[in-house]
C-alpha cells in the first residue's frame, strides 16, 4: 500500500487545472495494466479516438497547447508510483512519441490513500459552500437536510452576525418554501399526497397529488406530477398556492412519471408553461447594440439559441441576429421585454405582433394625463 508519508508534502492528484486532469487520465490508464502513451492520455483528454495522431500526419503532439502539462503530469505520476512500489512502472523500450509505460505492481490502486484524501477535501469544500449558501439556498431547505448538526448551528450564528458572504439577488423567504423538502422526500419515496391548493383568482379545491418532478423559475418553485383532475398529467402546482396541511396518502399507487418525461417537458420551452395550440418554431430576434448583442451571447434566453449574424453593419445599419428553436409562452415573451429597445423580433410574426400589442399598451399607460 502506498506510504502517504513518503509524499506529505505533494499530493499529485490536487489542483483543478489541466495537468491534474492528466494526472487522474495516465493514473487510471495506468491501472489496466496496459501500455500508455502520452498521446493516448492526450486523446483521452481531447475525446479524439485512439491512434489520432499516428493517423493524422499533420497533427503533432508536442504542438499541442497542454503537451507540457502532459509530460510534467506523466512525470509526476511515475515517480510517485515508483515511490509507493519501487520497480511498478516498466516501458517499452521507445523513445520518442512512441514511448509507453505499464504498471506492474501487486496492488491495484497503490495510490487510493491519496485519491481519497482530494475526494474528502472535495466534500468537505462542498460542505463548505452549502454552509456558506445559506443565502442562496432556502433556509427551510438547508435546515431540513442539516437538521441538528453544528453546520447548522454555525451556519446560523454566521448569519446573525453578519459574517455570511454568499447572498442571491432573489428572495427566497416564500410562502410555502419548507414544502421544498417535503416534496422531494415524497419524489423520493413514491409517495402520494393529499392537500387544497387554490389557483389565482379561483376557489381551493383539494388535490391527490402524486409529485414527480420539482422547478423553480424566476424565483417561484412549482411541483409537477400525475393529478386526479384536468390536466392530469404534468399538473402544475406552485407552493405558494398551496393552502394549510399537505399529507401522505396510504394505499394509493403511486404513478411515475416516464423516464425523460420532464427532460422533454422543458427541453422546448422558457419557464413552466406551454400555451394553448403552441408549437416549436424559428424565433429571430435582432440585437441593437454590441453591448446587447454581447450580452445575449453570454446570458442565452434559451440553451437552442445561436448566433446567425454576427453584430455588425448589415444594409447601412448595425445590428445582430440569434435564432431560438422554442414554443413561444409568455415567459419568452417577459424575458424579451426585459431588454427593451434592445432587441427586436423579427419572426415569427405571430410574436413580433404580440410583443407590439403589450408594447403599445404600455406606451399608453405612460402617456400624459391631464391633471
Known sequence: MYNATSMATKNIFA???????????????????????????????????????????????????????????????????EQASPGCIEDNGKKGKGKAFRYVGADDDPLAAERHAIEQKRIEDYVAFCKASAGILPSSWFSSYFENTQLLLDTNREAESGASHIRSSLEQNLTNIDLLPV??????????????????????????????FLKEYNGRWFVFGEADREPYQAYNVPLDRIVGEVSPIEGVEYLPATKGFYQHYFKDIIGVTHEQDAKV?????????????????????????????????????????????????????????MYGEGLEVMQPLTLREQINEIVLKMTKQYEPKAI
Open 15 to 81: 489542483g483543478t487545472g489541466v495537468k491534474t486532469i492528466f494526472v487522474n487520465v495516465f493514473y487510471e490508464e495506468l491501472m489496466k495494466r496496459e501500455f500508455v502513451t502520452l498521446a493516448d492520455v492526450m486523446c483521452i483528454k481531447r475525446r479524439l479516438p485512439k491512434g489520432y495522431y499516428d493517423h493524422n500526419p499533420k497533427a503533432t503532439l508536442s504542438g499541442e497547447m497542454f503537451y507540457g502539462d502532459l509530460k510534467k503530469a506523466s512525470s509526476e505520476v511515475v515517480k510517485a508510483l
Open 281 to 337: 418554431e424559428q424565433v429571430v430576434i435582432r440585437t441593437k447594440s454590441e453591448y446587447q448583442h454581447g450580452l445575449l451571447l453570454t446570458k442565452p434566453l434559451h440553451h437552442s439559441q445561436k448566433e446567425t449574424l454576427p453584430f455588425g453593419e448589415h444594409d447601412g445599419l448595425w445590428y445582430g441576429e440569434v435564432t431560438l428553436t422554442i414554443e413561444p409562452n409568455r415567459e419568452l415573451r417577459g424575458r424579451i421585454l
Open 183 to 212: 416534496f422531494n422526500k415524497a419524489i423520493t419515496d413514491r409517495q402520494v399526497m393529499r392537500f387544497s391548493y387554490q389557483p389565482f383568482g379561483q376557489d381551493q379545491f383539494e388535490l391527490t397529488f402524486h409529485p414527480q
